[in-house]
């Protein structure tokens, strides 16, 4: 079992950076896929990107791909969310989240953070 925590969340220009962290409890991190999902207001909640529990495999949703990077080290329990590019329509609340197998599906997560905020200004 794992309790994943996201900090780094702040307010951004357009064309900004971000790198939001997820630390999670728990000895068994490194068997776990690790996600970000992303809720805007009024919207429901999305895939933004996953990591396989080696780190091997990466996926990215389309909206994001080439300006979103996902990483993890097992040995510190920590999964980062590198945003470059940022642009307005990227303003959501961040979701980090751990399951045992890597998908795009949020149902397939069984632990979910708080949640951190990213607003995007024009």
């Known amino acids: 079992q794992v309790q994943p925590v996201e900090s780094g969340g702040g307010l951004v220009q357009a064309g900004g950076s971000l790198r939001l962290s997820c630390a999670a409890s728990?000895?068994?991190?490194?068997?776990?896929?690790m996600a970000w999902f992303r809720q805007a207001p009024g919207k429901e909640r999305e895939f933004v990107s996953a990591?396989?529990?080696?780190?091997?495999?990466?996926y990215y949703a389309d909206s994001v791909k080439g300006r979103f990077t996902i990483s993890r080290v097992n040995s510190k329990n920590t999964v980062w969310l590198q945003m470059n590019s940022l642009k307005p329509e990227d303003t959501a609340v961040y979701y980090c989240?751990?399951?045992?197998?890597?998908?795009?599906?949020?149902?397939?997560?069984?632990?979910w953070g708080q949640g951190t905020q990213v607003t995007v200004s024009s």
């Open positions: 989240a751990a399951g045992g197998i890597t998908s795009r599906t949020a149902y397939t997560y069984d632990y």
């Open positions: 728990g000895r068994t991190f490194s068997g776990y896929a």
């Open positions: 990591i396989s529990w080696s780190g091997d495999n990466t």
